[in-house]
C-alpha cells in the first residue's frame, strides 16, 4: 500500500482533538486522514457494464457523443418550421408533405408552406424546428390545421446533445454505479466500464461467551449475532469479505487473527474487547502490531471504539497493513459505530467519499430527552402522516444491546452533539436506512 500517514501526523492537525471524549464529527476527522490516501492504492479493472451495478467508478465517463444524437421530437405530431408561426393568423394550415418515424428519416428538406408527419424520437426534418401534437391538429384531407396559439417556435423538440454533451464528463470518478447508471453508459455505447477494486475486509467477534450459530448455548454465553449484522452493512457496501469467525479474548489468540487479517484485507472490522475493562491487553497488542488510538467517543451508543492501521509482521511497519475499525461489543453499539465511521472510512477507501447517506429532517412525533455534549442516534420510524409531511417516532427499547428495536426501526434519529431536548412537532435529523446501500 502507498505512502502512510500515521495518527499522530492526523490528530495533530486537529484543534480540540481529546481521545477520552472526542466529537463525533472530530472523528471522522481522523478517519478521513486516514483512509483518503488508500485509494491511490487500489488498482482498477474493466468490466462489462451490467458487472459495475454497485461498483465505483474509478474515471470520469466521457461521453464520446451527443445524446440525443440529432434534434428529434418530444411527441407524436407534425413537424414545421415555426418561423412561420411569426407572420401567421389564427390559423395555420399546412400540406403534409411526408413522415418520419424514430429510426427512419424523412430524407430531403420539408417544402415550405408544409410540415411532416412525426412521432416521437423521430430526427426533426430539415427546415423544421417546431413540433405541433398530434391533438392540437385537425386533418383536412392532404392538409393539417391548427391554432397559431397552440403552440410557440421550438416547442416539442429536443436539442441534440441536451441529455448529454460530446466530450463531458456524463459521470465522475468516484461514483457508486446505480441502475439509472447502466442505461446512461449504454446509451452512450459503452460495453464496459472502469471501476476501482473492491476493498477487502475481514471481520471477527471477540469474546469468550460468544458461541456461533449451530454451537449449544452454555450458560451465561450469547449468540454471536454481530457478525451477521457485520456480513449485512458490509454486503451493502459492495466489499468483498473475509469472514474470520469468533476469536476468544486470549492474547495469542487475537495477536494471531489480528496479523493473519492485515496480511489478507485492507480494513478489518472487529467487535468487542474496546470497552475499558478489557481493553488492556488489546492496548498492549496494538502498540506492537500498530498504530492504533483507542477513543471515548462523546456518542450513545457506541462510546469505546479502536481506530487506526496494524500490520501483519512482528511489529509496526512490517509486512503487510491493514486500516481496523475496533468497534464496540454491543450489538446495536455495533451497528450505530458501522453506519457513521466504518462506512464512511470504507467509502473514503474506495474513492467514493460522496457516496455518504444523506441525512434528512422529520418532526417528531414526541419529546425525547437528551444531553448535551454528546451525539445520540436513536433508532426511528419514518412515517408520512395524514396532512403529507414525514414524522419519525422512536421504535421502543433504547438500550444498546435491544437489536429488536434496531430491526424495528427505518431510520437513525441524529441528535446533535450540542442539542438538549427535541419537543414533540420539531424537526429532527435522521439518517435513512434505505439511504444506507
Ligand atoms: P464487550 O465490548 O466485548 O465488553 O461487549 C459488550 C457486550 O456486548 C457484552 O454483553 C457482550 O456479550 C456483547 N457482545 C459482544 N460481542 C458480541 C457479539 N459478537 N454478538 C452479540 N453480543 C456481543
Ligand atoms: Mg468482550
Known sequence: MSALTNLDQIVSCITGYDPEALPVDKALEVIDGLCAPVVEGLATERVAVREA???????????????????????????????????????VRLTVAGEAFAGRLFEGVCPPGSCIRIMTGAVMPKGCDTVIPQEFTERQGEEVVFLSRAVRQGDNRRLAGEDLTKGKAALGAGRMIRPADLGLAASLGYAELSVRRRLRVAFFSTGDELRSVGEPLDAGCVYDSNRYTIFGMLSQIGVDLVDMGVIPDDPQSLEQAFRQAASSADAIVTSGGVSVGEADFIKAMMSKLGDVTFWRIAMRPGRPMAFGRIWSGERVGQGDSAVLFGLPGNPVAVMVTFYIFVRHGLLTMMGAPNEQSMPMSAISDERIPKKPGRTEYRRGQLFVGADGRTFVRTTGGQGSGI????????????LGHQTSVIEKGEPVMVLPFDGLV
Open 53 to 91: 451495478l454497485g461498483r465505483i467508478l474509478a474515471q470520469d465517463l466521457v461521453s464520446p457523443i451527443d445524446v440525443p444524437s440529432h434534434d428529434n421530437a418530444a411527441m407524436d405530431g407534425f413537424a414545421f418550421d415555426g418561423s412561420l408561426l411569426a407572420n401567421a393568423g389564427e390559423q
Open 403 to 414: 437489536l429488536r428495536s434496531m430491526s424495528d426501526a427505518n431510520c437513525l434519529v441524529v
